[in-house]
């Protein structure tokens, strides 16, 4: 064999055993290790690689605390699970040094202020009032001649539009605003509205025509003022006084696109009955308003990950009204966790699921987990995830981490869950942040 046939087969060698040990467990797991890092100041993180390795740590020990050291450097095994905690907030450095003298990685740590909520699952009452007035269809006016026709739709009016204004007057009521199309069309004056569309504001001019069956004057549309129903708590923040629920948007039955929301309440609901799912057919919770109801809170914003406003007072009825700590999306794992909810009445009661499938996210985005009922009772009950349960809290490790948001349609038994961070920013008890980078630990 020539040297450069022994050349070409000490490559082939060394290449191979380079794939070998790339593709080893514990250097995949080292491969593993995050660029950067969050945590709550006085809450401890555990990081566990498994990796058969000896490393020294470099840390600022007045913000960052390795194994409960207090020192700069700390020798660790790697092998074994890191425990890092911070009583106060902000941001560091984390350097790592294989054996402890080969240079690895550098990792950024944000600590951020540590934030305890108390978990919901009450049913509530949602009353929304829209920041307009909603078009959610168009319909023909038959006039005195026999035609029809249907005046929005020929003023460039569509679905979904939202009327704000109406000759320049503030409007988010059909009652006022059949008195304005009245005396315009005893006026023959046309109405000038002011209309969002799109997140743009843009103008239409529109007549209201005359319907000779009803004797009076339309605008050829179908609109809608408001909304109600019923939904669960996720949470309450008692020391910003906000809370979040639904863990989805709140949309018009009929145009399916989210409602801007003027005005709202939350208030106590009471479950009376449950309408049980079936595959294929999703059930529901029937629940009613409480008989001269408590106004729990108000509604200040709906976004895709619910509603958020002020919350007054505590709601009644709460499994347990100690506040727990949250986790961030990249802490949730797969494997058991809860749900609270009611399924009879006010009473908030926890049952088992299984947290099948986490979706990695460092930024905000729905269907962040995949969750199962597996506790039988419920089964029974409710045969899986039913309508009205959306917001339901998720606890895992004794921390809330979710919320539940969807049920699969031909399996009622599984559903989708958002994560709680989430929805803690769009209430802001949560600073916004989106790493990049950022691994699951």
């Known amino acids: 064999m020539n040297s450069i046939q022994r050349k070409r087969w000490f490559g082939l060698v060394l290449v191979f055993f380079v794939c070998i040990i790339g593709t080893s467990t ?21 990081l566990d690689y498994g990796v058969p390795v000896h490393a ?22 790697l092998n074994e699970p890191l425990s890092l905690q911070s009583s106060k907030a902000g941001m560091t450095e984390m350097s790592l040094k294989l054996f402890g003298k080969i240079p690895f990685k550098t990792v950024k740590v944000n600590v951020v202020p540590d934030l305890h909520v108390i978990p919901g699952g009450q049913t509530i009452g949602v009353k929304v009032r829209a920041a307009g007035i909603m ?47 009245e005396k315009s069309g005893v006026a023959k004056r046309a109405l000038q509205l002011t209309i969002k569309r799109s997140g743009k504001m843009i103008e239409r ?81 029937r629940a009613e308003f409480v008989k001269q109801s408590k106004i729990l809170g ?33 802490e949730v794992k797969e494997g058991p966790a809860e749900i609270w909810t009611v399924i009879d009445g006010q009473k908030v009661e926890k049952f088992q699921i299984e947290i099948v499938h986490v979706t990695k996210q460092s930024v905000p985005a729905t269907k962040g987990m995949v969750i199962r009922i597996t506790d039988r009772r419920l089964l029974e009950r409710t045969g899986g995830i039913v309508q009205g349960m959306s917001g339901s809290p998720i606890l895992q490790n004794g921390k809330l981490v979710g919320a539940v948001t969807h049920v699969f349609v031909n399996d009622p038994t599984s559903g989708y869950g958002c994560f ?14 989106a790493p990049k980078n950022l691994e699951a630990v």
């Not at 204004?165 to 409007?171: P, R």
């Open 26 to 46: 514990p250097i995949q797991h080292l491969a593993a290790f995050p660029d950067e890092l969050r945590l709550f100041s006085g809450q401890p993180k555990r």
């Open 56 to 77: 020294k740590i470099t840390v600022d020990p007045a913000m960052l605390q390795v194994n409960g050291s207090t020192t700069r450097s700390t020798s660790v095994n």
């Open 135 to 181: 078009v959610v269809g168009h319909h023909l006016v038959k006039g005195e001649d026999g035609k029809k026709i249907s005046p929005g739709e020929t003023a460039d009016i569509h679905l979904g539009d939202l009327i704000t204004k109406v000759d320049g007057v503030q409007m988010n009521d059909v009652h006022k605003l059949a008195s304005v199309i």
């Open 205 to 285: 001019e529109l007549m209201p025509a005359f319907d000779a069956e009803d004797k009076s004057w339309r605008l050829g549309l179908y609109i809608r003022d408001s909304a109600a129903g019923v939904g669960t708590l996720t949470f309450y923040a008692p020391d910003q006084g906000v809370y979040g629920a639904l863990g989805h948007v709140i949309t018009d039955m009929d145009t399916q696109l989210p409602i801007e929301v003027g005005e709202g309440q939350i208030l106590q609901s009471n479950v009376r009955s449950i309408n049980k799912s079936q595959n294929g057919e999703p059930g529901e919770k």
């Open 298 to 330: 108000n509604i200040k914003r709906n976004t895709p990950f619910g509603i958020f406003g002020g919350m007054t007072d505590q709601p009644d009825h709460g499994y347990d009204n100690r506040r727990v700590p949250v986790a961030f999306a990249e």
């Open 420 to 433: 709680i961070e989430w929805m803690l920013q769009d209430a802001g008890v949560l600073v916004k942040s």
